[in-house]
């Protein structure tokens, strides 16, 4: 982790703009192709979450915006690794908050994924042991296709991106699904939400 130099960032007035605000976030919501990703996944017999997530961090970790984090309300810190902080739902239908080291290898990244899935059956904690900010916060609906998202913030100053993804559906003989990401103005625009749905998808239909 290394600080970013605000004074000569070229989105300095950007930064200090939008970092007043009560809700600095904006949200954008985007339909994937995800049909070479599922076939993959019943093919190969992963999970299809497992698969679609790590296609989601790799995009993540390869745009320097999604590691930027405030810190102490005006410092900026740029994180070396994002990992996955996601929603798992237990057999009693509550859910405890992961967090799922990201490792470029998927054969080791689905091994995290299945270490935090038996932590969370076999506790009622809410919250994992590790609870950083490196991290993006991650939600799979998969009972509903949805074409926005509200994401709940807590109130004090957030940087940490949410990401949300749909239901799959069948259109146009491909499998859809929308990812909503939710991301701090003050830390990135448009453009680097661009650049990462571009990304995701690319790498959903490499399989």
């Known amino acids: 982790m290394k600080k970013l130099n605000v004074d000569t960032w070229n989105r300095k007035q950007h930064f200090e703009f939008f970092n007043t605000f009560k809700d600095p976030f ?3 919501a985007a339909p994937m192709d995800v049909t070479k990703a599922y076939e993959f996944s019943k093919a190969s017999g992963n999970s299809f979450f497992a698969i679609y ?17 405030i810190e102490n309300k005006n410092e900026v810190v740029i994180h ?46 809410l919250f994992p042991p590790k609870n950083t900010e490196d991290c993006v916060f991650c939600s799979a609906l998969p009972w509903t296709h949805f ?7 807590h109130g004090k100053q957030e ?10 559906i069948a259109k146009n003989d491909k499998k859809i699904m929308t990812v909503s990401v939710s991301v701090n103005h003050a830390l990135m625009d448009g453009y680097h939400v661009g650049q990462f749905t571009e990304k995701f998808q690319e790498y959903l239909l490499k399989h």
């Open 159 to 168: 940087s940490v991106p949410r990401i949300a993804f749909s239901k799959m």
């Open 26 to 28: 904006f949200a954008v």
């Open 80 to 125: 070396d690794n994002i990992h996955a902080s996601a929603t798992i739902m237990r057999p009693d239908k509550t859910f405890g908050f992961s967090f799922i080291e990201y490792d470029a290898n998927f054969e080791l990244f689905k091994q995290n994924i299945e270490a935090e899935k038996d932590r969370i059956f076999n506790s009622t904690d």
């Open 147 to 153: 074409t926005g998202h509200k994401e709940p913030f």
């Open 53 to 69: 997530l790590h296609d989601c961090m790799k995009a993540i970790n390869e745009i320097e915006a999604f590691k930027y984090r």
